[in-house]
């Protein structure tokens, strides 16, 4: 458990993390999700006590970080900016952080294998790959098996299979109990990771909530149907007070309406589908809906802004739903 | 246009690439795809003349790198967002690169507008962020406003409004008839970007084809189905009308089903006859990532195990029990694999609660079922008629995925 | 204390593991006692008017301390910019978030380790250099003697503390060296030479540290103090270095 009270920090007269107040519980995965800049580093490093606050409080299970006792038995980190000195091997740079908290030399074995970097425990991390390096960062966090554990842009520089496995190792680790928090710039990852999500924009709270009303309350949620008989369906849509609209390629879309209603209703007239799926916006759409205002450097083009996702894929479905599928359809 | 013939570079007697042979074609953005290691960006520095290939050639618009007529105009490439000096201010450094290739300086201020820079384009680039640094490599490969562009790992750094920028630039250069080569380690970021993907593992070439064959050749989609809740008959019912038709009906942690080897039409039909009212009927194409995985199984260098915890005391108190199932789990199942020694419960060894009992299953990294040999043939339907003998979930075979890098080509 | 025992294995472990750093511990051996004992061979076939004076061979067998401070120096600075340049800093006081006890876990390992090489050091330019000197060797029983070899490891080792502290003020291992190289391979040694200055520079750390090691006729050296007071002085100056790299550690952000 992480609490945060009123959390502050400026820098001069700029403020960058702005009374922030929020929990972060066990047992689930919670994302932290903000544009750059917003502050989520800089509250990050507040936890750890890294940086003082200017003003308010956070607390891990109830203490300061600086009153715990061999904290990494309690909390585990990986710090987006690299924390590995390059000229000690990557067993001995593990091994002088368990020493300094009693943790068994045995684990520093075990974590290298966990992390996959077994083969290179006696190699020094200067000439790791930003990937290598990163599951380094990943077995210290592990290390002394804590109950809290804190990723900064997890999956920078893995690879797919990589990112696959931090992926579920950190949905695992929220299994038993810990309490997980992510940020990451990738929203289609949080979307397969994240069960929370903590939002921050200019240093302030813009939202904490689960991932599924998150999406719900930021974006366009709506019905897509296919079926031999369009025209009767439609029909029967708009008997029964529904606004049904033309979607790509002969499918129907209906907004405001559960597919529950549609299927009972469909049933009763006797009608077939062939589709009847509830289509929800990506992450990403509702995240940009959300943040719009905040982000500080804007690209200009004439492209199209957040407001228009080339997609919006099914629930669940975020990844591998190219617009070319899409267009494809059934 | 870039095209690789016979491509080979060796380092030592370490071969990086290997006897590559590809085209890369103008209009459509083409993902580069590969694991750590696999010589992807080795292939991409041939292409841009940094390094000299050991055999083969490379080349772009007919004529390798170093022959190319003023070859900056040709080809924009972003490949180490730090090779910049971090002394000289963002203008500075673009302007230094546009002298370098006859490009007027009003073309400078073009291109920092356009990624976003305007404000701080007379600052030192010491202090920028990661994203920022790759805002301005983005910005010197659009310089010269090239025909050819290469990006290695361009999110990389960039928060989702910068991703979501630059997914969409790419695609805009793409339909402007441009040639776009972008690799990336990100599966559902490329599954929005590429239209084409080239893989390639341990230097050798695994697949060139349109994103839609590659995830229709290496995986499988299913259908999701939801019955009435009040009705407990009817999911046995649709399991029997679906089975006689060849299909299976596997549960689903939220209560819904997911239904393979059939059509959406055909399940629809065989619901009705069946008498079963369907509350949600909707079509799953697997994702990229999922096809991607089986393809490279063998070609990975750095791979998790599990973590047995052996050496430290039992988890204190306060830990909830293992068996605690999370709640809105992703409902496409990519749950937890069950481990080797520890068969799913159901036939077709399908995880079904997600999260096996053991503490950590044995293969967190190769999650995904191993195709069955000669399985899949290539499709236009999202899921064969029937494929009874494929288990796409099925628990990973321990020592077995080496081999089906081979069998899934 | 259990606590600080752990830290202190974890130091160690950490001083101990980077090449480098160990590399400028075994350069102010060689330097040293290299150095010294080639000046001796030097200074030992010279008569007493071509070398001004006649030979102190206690002090001469310590010539080459001048420039294994240096590499003294360079692994205080390295042992503490090391932690800063790299980003070890946060997964250091990530496991360690007491930040005294952080601090104080680091100088004792290192000081150990650098009080180890520098009475090595001393010990080996002192035997080394009287083995060369031949009939004009000083004996380790004489008077002073054994007090200026044991000085000889202590200057080395405060000089590094010194650094250390200084590094911890600054951060930068650039910063860091270029401050104090120059100034205690140049202008110190200028403003003890230039008349103007030189009463004020006889309190520098190095030029007091010098001191220590006279054997006994200190007119040579014109100091306004003894051998005891430079060690004074010397340990006032790592203290001040000490407490502001504490004050500027437990302050700053990370």
Not at chain 1, 262 to 277: K, T
Not at chain 2, 164 to 173: A, D, P, T, V, Y
Not at chain 2, 369 to 378: L, R, S
Request: proline fraction near 7%.
């Amino acid at each position: 458990m992480i609490e945060l009270e009123g959390l502050t920090k400026r820098y001069g007269t700029k403020t960058a993390v702005d009374r922030l107040s929020f929990g972060v519980r066990p047992g689930v995965v919670t994302g932290f999700l903000g544009p750059n800049g917003a502050g989520k580093s800089t509250t990050m490093r507040m936890m750890l006590g890294l940086d003082r606050p200017t003003a308010g409080d956070v607390r891990i299970d109830g203490k300061h970080y600086d009153q715990l006792k061999d904290p990494l038995n309690h909390i585990g980190a990986l710090l987006e900016a690299k924390s590995i000195h390059g000229g000690r091997t990557a067993r001995n740079h593990l091994l002088c952080l368990a020493q300094s908290n009693g943790i068994p030399t045995r684990r520093v074995d075990e974590v290298l294998d966990l992390v996959g970097l077994g083969s290179v425990a006696k190699k020094r991390p200067s000439g790791f790959s930003l990937g290598m390096g990163q599951r380094l960062g990943i077995a210290a966090a592990l290390l002394g098996d804590p109950r809290i554990l804190m990723f900064d842009e997890p999956v920078n520089g893995l690879d797919p299979e990589g990112i696959h496995w931090i992926r579920n190792l950190m949905k695992h680790l929220a299994s038993e109990g810990r309490t997980v928090f992510v940020s990451s710039h990738l929203m289609s990852e949080m979307a397969l990771t994240a069960e929370h999500l903590v939002v921050i924009g200019r240093g302030r709270l813009l939202a904490d909530t689960t991932m599924e009303s998150f999406i719900e309350e930021n974006s366009r949620t709506y019905v897509r149907l296919r079926a031999p008989e369009p025209e009767r369906l439609r029909d029967v849509l708009v008997a029964d007070g529904l606004a049904p609209t033309e979607g790509a390629e002969g499918a129907i879309e209906v907004e405001g309406a559960q597919a529950v209603r549609i299927g009972e209703l469909a049933a009763e007239h006797r009608l077939v589908l062939h589709e009847l799926s509830p289509q929800q916006a990506s992450l990403e759409e509702a995240f940009m809906r959300l943040t719009a205002q905040t982000v500080e450097y804007h690209a200009h083009t004439a492209l199209p802004g957040p407001g228009e996702p080339a997609a919006a894929p099914p629930p669940g479905q975020q990844q591998g739903w190219g617009p070319q599928q899409q267009k494809e359809g059934f | 246009m870039i095209e690789a013939v016979g491509l080979t570079k060796s380092y030592g007697d370490k071969t990086a690439v290997y006897q590559l042979s590809f085209q890369v074609r103008p209009g459509v953005v083409t993902g580069f795809l590969g694991p750590n290691g696999s010589g992807k960006s080795t292939t991409m520095r041939m292409t841009v003349g940094l390094d000299e290939p050991t055999a083969g050639t490379v080349t772009v618009n007919g004529l390798p790198y170093r022959r190319l007529p003023n070859a900056a105009r040709q080809v924009g490439a972003l490949l180490d967002a730090k090779a910049v000096h971090g002394g000289r201010s963002a203008r500075e450094h673009l302007l230094c690169l546009a002298q370098l290739s006859g490009v007027p300086s009003s073309r400078v201020d073009e291109v920092i507008d356009v990624v976003g820079l305007g404000e701080v384009a007379h600052k030192r680039s010491k202090g920028f962020s990661l994203g920022m640094g790759q805002r301005l490599g983005i910005a010197g490969a659009l310089l010269g406003d090239p025909p050819v562009l290469l990006f290695d790992e361009p999110v990389n750094g960039l928060d989702p409004e910068g991703i979501l920028w630059i997914r969409n630039l790419m695609k805009q250069l793409a339909s402007e008839g441009r040639t776009v080569l972008v690799s990336s380690h990100l599966m559902s970021e490329m599954a929005l970007t590429a239209d084409h993907l080239i893989v390639i593992g341990r230097g050798q070439l695994l697949a060139d084809m349109s994103v839609k064959d590659f995830i229709a050749h290496n995986s499988q989609g299913y259908a999701r189905v939801r019955v009435p809740e009040d009705r407990p008959d009817d999911p046995e019912k649709l399991r029997t009308a679906l089975a006689r038709a060849g299909g299976q009906l596997l549960p689903e942690e939220d209560g819904g089903f997911r239904v393979t080897g059939l059509a959406l039409p055909q399940i629809s039909d065989l619901a009705h006859e069946a008498d079963v009212r369907l509350w949600e009927l909707s079509p799953h194409h697997a994702s990229l990532e999922e096809a991607y995985m089986q393809m490279t199984q063998g070609a990975v260098d750095y791979r998790a195990t599990v973590d047995t915890r052996s050496s430290l005391q039992p988890l204190p108190q306060g830990m909830p029990g293992q068996g605690h199932a999370p709640q809105g789990h992703a409902p496409q199942g990519h749950g937890y694999p069950a481990g080797p020694g520890h068969p799913a419960p159901g036939a077709q060894g399908y995880p079904q609660q997600g999260y096996a009992p053991q503490p950590m299953p044995q293969q967190p990294g190769t999650g995904y079922g191993t195709p069955a040999p000669g399985g899949h043939p290539p499709q236009q339907q999202p899921w064969p008629g029937g494929a009874p003998g494929t288990q796409p979930y099925a628990a990973p075979t321990p020592g077995a995925p080496t081999s089906d890098s081979e069998a899934a080509r | 204390m259990a606590h600080l025992t752990r830290v202190l294995k974890s130091e160690w472990t950490k001083v101990t593991t980077v090449r480098s750093t160990l590399w400028t511990l075994v350069l102010a051996f060689f330097l040293t006692v290299s150095i010294g004992i080639a000046f001796s061979a030097l200074l030992k076939n010279l008569s007493n008017e071509e070398r001004g004076g006649p030979l102190d061979p206690t002090y001469v067998s310590f010539s080459g301390m001048s420039m294994g401070q240096l590499a003294m120096v360079a692994f205080g600075v390295l042992v503490v910019s090391g932690e800063y340049s790299t980003g070890m800093i946060r997964a250091s006081l990530g496991a360690v978030p007491q930040r005294g006890v952080f601090m104080a876990a680091k100088l004792v390992a290192c000081t150990a380790l650098a009080l180890l090489v520098g009475m090595v050091t001393s010990v080996a330019t002192f035997f080394g250099s009287q083995l060369v000197l031949g009939e004009e060797k000083a004996s380790i029983t004489d008077d002073g003697v054994l007090r200026a070899v044991v000085c000889g490891g202590l200057y080395m080792t405060l000089m590094a503390l010194f650094s250390m502290g200084v590094t911890w003020m600054l951060r930068s291992p650039l910063l860091a060296f270029s401050i104090l190289m120059p100034f205690f391979f140049i202008v110190s040694g200028i403003l003890g030479v230039v008349e103007a200055t030189r009463k004020i520079a006889q309190f520098l750390p190095d030029q007091a540290g010098m001191t220590m090691l006279a054997v006994n006729d200190l007119t040579d050296f014109d100091r306004a103090y003894g051998p005891g007071g430079a060690l004074l002085i010397m340990l006032a100056w790592v203290a001040a270095a000490l407490i502001g790299g504490y004050v500027m550690l437990k302050r700053r952000d990370a």
